[in-house]
Nanobody, 128 residues
Framework: QVQLVESGGGLVQAGGSLRLSCAFS????????MGWFRQAPGKERVFVAT????????LYADSVKGRFTISRDNAKNTAYLQMNSLKPEDTAVYYC?????????????????????WGQGAQVTVSL
């Protein structure tokens, strides 16, 4: 079985930082591209960031570019999302996801439908 378990969520003041972790249980972590999505109450789940299985390629949503950094440690079977300069509008449930398939264009990695496994979500709340 494959299971993704997120941790590191919580409450932080605007301008602060937080790091989310996503532990991948099972084999073949290095054979999955990883992504982060977020969802605010009453809104659609939207793309945040993705990293290729090798770590060579990354992609960020415009809303977080320059503030968030995705990373992975294949030796630890863990993906991370470092969030800096947090804003109240970053408040959401954050989900990590894993994709088995490789796609020809970065666009595919911004779509939740193209990921196969999902974490349970971690609440991130940014206060003023």
């Amino acid at each position: 079985q494959v299971q993704l378990v997120e941790s590191g969520g919580g409450l932080v003041q605007a301008g602060g930082s937080l790091r989310l972790s996503c532990a991948f249980s099972g084999r073949m972590f290095s054979s999955h591209d990883m992504g982060w999505f977020r969802q605010a109450p009453g809104k659609e789940r939207v793309f945040v960031a993705t990293m290729s299985r090798s770590g060579a390629s990354t992609l960020y949503a415009d809303s977080v570019k320059g503030r968030f950094t995705i990373s992975r440690d294949n030796a630890k079977n863990t993906a991370y999302l470092q969030m800096n300069s947090l804003k109240p509008e970053d408040t959401a449930v954050y989900y990590c996801a894993a994709s088995i398939n490789s796609y020809s264009g970065s666009y595919f990695y911004t779509r939740a439908q193209n990921y196969d496994y999902w974490g349970q979500g971690a609440q991130v709340t940014v206060s003023l």
